[in-house]
């Protein structure tokens, strides 16, 4: 078919030509669809791609190291090995610098935290030298620049060597320094014009001087103190520092701050398979630590067993909905739906008051002298508890697919196998059954998902032996404040629900879902 005649194109209305002006009619609409989805879009993109990048980013992310310690990480990274030995003494000098930095805009307890996720101790390590290090008598590398030329004292000097490209290649940790304590004078209303230079950038400029190799194109006065600074009276900051705590002294702990110095680090998700990272490698951790492994297969067995006794007292309850008359199919749909009325924490304490030793159940069997007082049964923190009040949470996610699926199948399906000689059981599992998968497939999938996901009833009613790996996921992110080991758990627990989804969709076809229809 041509878009022309004899006499030429074939145009529209408008005088355009017709095929231009159907292009840029479906352009209009596919335009206007994107308009009307835009808004689901930017929600999907908002509330779970945005929290799931999230959620990966900081699952590996580890920049609190290398930002609070920045003089120290970097010679550390290029100051030769400490596998055997604590660094010397130019490294503890760089410690002190970034540790009063640290300590001025209180970031130290935070690095301190977050290395004791890795080596016990480092909190109060980091604390504990935080308060000391602005004690320690570092005056006299001023009185000796001073004496040198006063002009060392004096913010227009240093403002000058900042505000100096040159300059600031030559005194790069002096000039942090200025810099770094200009910045928390700002943060807390101070001028910087108006105080008095602190000892400990005059410290950094010690260091920078004592490693310039050549300074014969620096200015007078950097010449003139790169020359002088070799006699210069000074402060051993190991000893004071292995003063403070003598942990300082440990190979231990500066092997955990070289490990995770590093911005980004997999020694969240190594945590999360009961790995640990360290200098040496990689290595499993110790009994008594290995939680998450077992947390994950109990996590994974209790929703499959959560998900069965779903769909063993949900299928006959869907059954009877659906075969049954409209006014007393609503009042079962009316019991399945109650529970969706009542505050989930009100349902899982009424099973906290139910399972108890001393509960309802507990005191009906020993009514009926089925037990005895003695006798009495645990049901509750422990597994079984977490299944039942979960299975009475998660029953209707079931009930309702499966009634949508079994609802649309025909009456007549039985019928006429029946009429073909079947038994009741045989024309049922041969022709009905079939018939319903799609709705045990779509229940399935939602009861076991949400199970994997919940922990206010398991942290309820599970106790020590029935809590899943959402419980130590909501721990890390409350309590312990640890949101990298929080997030790596909770990626590896995208990772395998997605995995089984797969799996699933491999077997059964996903297509073979239906919510109804």
């Keep these: 078919m041509s878009d022309s005649t004899d006499n030429g194109p074939v145009l529209a209305a408008d005088g355009t030509p017709l095929k231009r002006s159907l292009m840029r009619s479906l352009r209009m609409q596919k335009l206007r669809a994107l308009l009307l989805i835009s808004p689901l879009l930017a929600f999907i993109l908002i509330t779970f791609i945005a929290p799931i990048a999230d959620m990966l980013f900081r699952s590996v992310e580890n920049k609190i190291v290398e930002e609070t310690l920045p003089q120290t990480v970097a010679l550390i990274d290029s100051g030769g090995d400490i596998e055997s030995v604590v660094p010397d003494e130019k490294v503890f000098s760089a410690l002190y610098v970034d ?83 200009r910045d928390y004078l700002i943060a807390d209303g101070d001028n910087p014009d108006e105080e008095e230079l602190e000892d400990f950038i005059y410290v950094a400029l010690y260091d920078d001087l004592v490693a310039l190799e050549d300074a014969s194109e620096a200015g007078d006065l950097i010449q003139k103190s790169a020359n002088a600074v070799p006699d210069f009276e000074t402060i051993n900051f190991k000893e004071a520092f292995i003063g403070f705590d003598k942990d ?195 229940g399935s999938i939602l009861v076991f998902i949400l199970s994997i996901g919940y922990y206010i009833t398991p942290e309820i009613v599970g106790g020590t032996t029935g809590t899943f790996i959402s419980n130590r996921i909501a721990y890390h992110i409350s309590s312990s404040l640890n949101w990298g080991l929080a997030a790596a758990l909770g990626t590896i627990l995208l990772a395998v629900v997605l995995l089984l989804y797969w799996v699933y969709d491999r077997i059964v076809g996903i297509d073979n879902v239906k919510l109804g229809g």
């Design 99 to 181: 540790m009063f930095v640290a300590a001025e805009k209180k970031e130290h307890t935070r690095l301190g935290t977050r290395l004791n996720y890795e080596e016990s101790g480092m909190s109060s390590l980091f604390r504990k030298s935080g308060r000391r290090v602005d004690r320690l008598d570092v005056e006299v590398y001023r009185e000796q620049f001073e004496n040198i030329d006063p002009s060392w004292s004096e913010i227009a000097t240093w403002q000058s060597l900042a505000d100096n490209s040159d300059a600031s290649d030559l005194l790069p940790r002096a000039m942090w320094a200025y810099n770094a304590w």
């Design 248 to 442: 300082w002294g440990a190979e231990d702990v500066w092997k955990t701050i070289r490990t995770y110095s590093p911005p980004y680090t997999e020694g969240y998700f190594l945590n999360a398979i009961d790995l640990q990272k360290e200098f040496e490698g990689y290595s499993v951790r110790p009994d008594n630590e290995r939680i998450y492994g077992v947390l994950f297969m109990r996590t994974l067995f209790m929703s499959l067993v959560i998900t069965g006794c779903a769909i063993l007292l949900g299928y006959p309850i869907a059954w009877l909905m659906s075969n049954r008359p409209m006014r007393e199919a609503n009042l079962l749909m009316i019991m399945v739906l109650l529970p969706f009325w009542t505050s989930l924490l009100v349902r899982t304490s009424a099973w906290k008051v139910m399972l108890q030793q001393q509960g309802v159940i507990n005191d009906t069997l020993v009514w009926l002298n089925i037990v005895d007082e003695a006798g009495r049964l645990v049901l509750i923190n422990n597994q079984f508890g977490t299944i039942v009040a979960m299975t009475h949470i998660l029953l209707p996610f079931m009930v309702l697919p499966l009634y949508s699926v079994m609802r649309t199948i025909p009456e007549t399906y039985t019928r006429a196998a029946k009429s073909l000689g079947a038994t009741n059981w045989t024309a049922f599992w041969r022709v009905y059954f079939p018939l319903s998968i799609p709705g045990i497939g779509a």
